[in-house]
């Protein structure tokens, strides 16, 4: 009987023993997430994340689940964090105050004194998605000068970062609209040009001036995407000369949220032989413009990604038309027509149709949306494809699925699963 009263010794298993690049090789193929730092062969039309995040199903993005992963490795053991400690920082998601202080310390302190890795953590960072603080943050009375020091901390984080690749800047704060990013976040993207590849703004409700465009794109000869929100005039007309965007022989996705009015930029198809995605988030609210970039790069562009908001009537068989006499080598077409719950029948070329955004709709607008979209194919039979990226699981998800059985002659396509493998 004494063996029973003997203490089970938990069985401790040692990490076996393997070459360090073998240990880099797994902890790489552990935290990997497709496209996310291979901005060079990324093709920014075919994957449309969606507008909003399911609200009635659990979901997490894939970076934020390797997220999760790569907190954990270097957590098990000291050479564990020597050969790990790089993944975790190769991708960066700053979200509040605390965390653009803390962080910015803690590159500055490797930077200035190197821990037993003997390298400054700031030249893992590969890509930095930063959200700024919302209103909740800010409080009821906060204003722009308030979070200057924010600015000024992100510029340090991004100084830091020398081998920085993919920038993403979002924020929900309506008191950010309409007043200019911080020369100083400019500055410090321009100093690490050479290694930038993605710049995505699109999100960031602050106005970039044309000056500041053209210094970045001065600054960053390899950009292959450049995102704004969108851009103010300058306090005195420009030049032609300094209006004018320099070479730009790598980009090959230009978008914009909101046009600037009064703003010029002048963009040479000369200095973008390789642009071929155009994106425009409300082309009503800059009519002239969107139209005139379509004259210089319509015939090179093979995906255009298109829409408007409520509050402006958008023409969409004129721009149809626009499109099929400036874009001869058009293959995917991307609507963003929140507004609109039926589509009018318009001639359309053989393409791929993207992100026509159900999540928009509420039920009572589906009775309409989907006979129109029936319509719209009948008359179209050469569309390849009408894709949406929503949940399965969510109420829109289950729509999507309603109508593929409900109109199995019609192309649709859920493409959920494809971009986020169950």
């Known amino acids: 009987m004494d063996h029973l009263l003997d203490v089970i010794e938990p069985e401790v298993t040692s990490s076996p023993t393997l070459p360090p690049e073998l240990w880099m090789q797994i902890f790489d193929i552990s935290t990997f997430v497709n496209d996310v730092f291979v901005p060079e062969i990324y093709d920014y039309t075919s994957a449309y994340y969606p507008v909003h995040p399911p609200e009635d199903v659990p979901f997490k993005l894939p970076l934020?689940?390797?997220?999760?992963?790569?907190?954990?490795?270097?957590?098990?053991?000291?050479?564990?964090?020597?050969?790990?400690?790089?993944?975790?920082?190769?991708?960066?998601?700053?979200?509040?105050?605390?965390?653009?202080?803390?962080?910015?310390?803690?590159?500055?302190?490797?930077?200035?004194?190197?821990?037993?890795?003997?390298?400054?953590?700031?030249?893992?960072?590969?890509?930095?998605?930063?959200?700024?603080?919302?209103?909740?943050?800010?409080?009821?009375?906060?204003?722009?000068?308030?979070?200057?020091?924010?600015?000024?901390?992100?510029?340090?984080?991004?100084?830091?970062?020398?081998?920085?690749?993919?920038?993403?800047?979002?924020?929900?704060?309506?008191?950010?609209?309409?007043?200019?990013?911080?020369?100083?976040?400019?500055?410090?993207?321009?100093?690490?040009?050479?290694?930038?590849?993605?710049?995505?703004?699109?999100?960031?409700?602050?106005?970039?001036?044309?000056?500041?465009?053209?210094?970045?794109?001065?600054?960053?000869?390899?950009?292959?995407?450049?995102?704004?929100?969108?851009?103010?005039?300058?306090?005195?007309?420009?030049?032609?000369?300094?209006?004018?965007?320099?070479?730009?022989?790598?980009?090959?996705?230009?978008?914009?949220?909101f046009g600037g009015e009064g703003a010029d930029l002048i963009m040479p198809r000369k200095n973008f032989p390789s642009l071929r995605h155009l994106y425009c988030g409300c082309c009503r609210s800059w009519e002239t413009k969107w139209e005139t970039l379509l004259q210089i790069f319509g015939s090179q562009l093979t995906s255009v990604q298109m829409g408007t908001n409520t509050f402006f009537f958008i023409d969409l068989v004129g721009e149809m038309q626009c499109l099929m006499s400036l874009c001869p080598r058009l293959e995917r077409l991307t609507l963003n027509l929140p507004g609109m719950c039926k589509l009018p029948l318009v001639e359309l070329p053989a393409i791929r149709i993207s992100a026509i955004r159900p999540p928009t709709l509420e039920d009572q607008n589906y009775s309409s949306f989907w006979p129109s979209l029936d319509a719209l194919y009948q008359h179209n039979q050469s569309i390849q494809s009408i894709e949406f990226v929503v949940h399965p699981d969510s109420k829109h998800g289950r729509k999507v699925a309603e109508a593929i059985e409900r109109y199995p002659h019609v192309p649709i396509v859920n493409r959920w699963n494809d971009l986020f493998p169950p």
């Open 64 to 257: 934020e689940v390797s997220l999760l992963t790569r907190r954990s490795l270097p957590l098990v053991s000291k050479s564990w964090y020597k050969l790990s400690i790089r993944f975790l920082y190769k991708s960066l998601r700053v979200y509040s105050t605390s965390t653009f202080r803390s962080l910015a310390a803690t590159l500055q302190k490797s930077k200035d004194h190197p821990t037993f890795i003997d390298t400054a953590l700031g030249l893992f960072v590969h890509r930095l998605d930063v959200e700024f603080p919302d209103r909740h943050e800010l409080g009821e009375r906060g204003t722009v000068a308030d979070i200057s020091f924010v600015f000024e901390i992100l510029s340090q984080i991004i100084r830091f970062s020398p081998n920085l690749s993919i920038v993403d800047f979002r924020t929900t704060s309506v008191k950010l609209v309409d007043h200019v990013v911080p020369n100083c976040i400019v500055d410090a993207l321009c100093s690490h040009g050479a290694s930038l590849r993605v710049v995505d703004l699109s999100s960031f409700l602050m106005r970039t001036s044309p000056s500041q465009i053209k210094a970045l794109c001065s600054a960053t000869p390899h950009l292959r995407s450049l995102s704004l929100h969108t851009w103010a005039g300058e306090p005195r007309a420009l030049t032609a000369e300094a209006a004018t965007l320099p070479p730009m022989p790598y980009l090959t996705n230009f978008a914009f949220a």
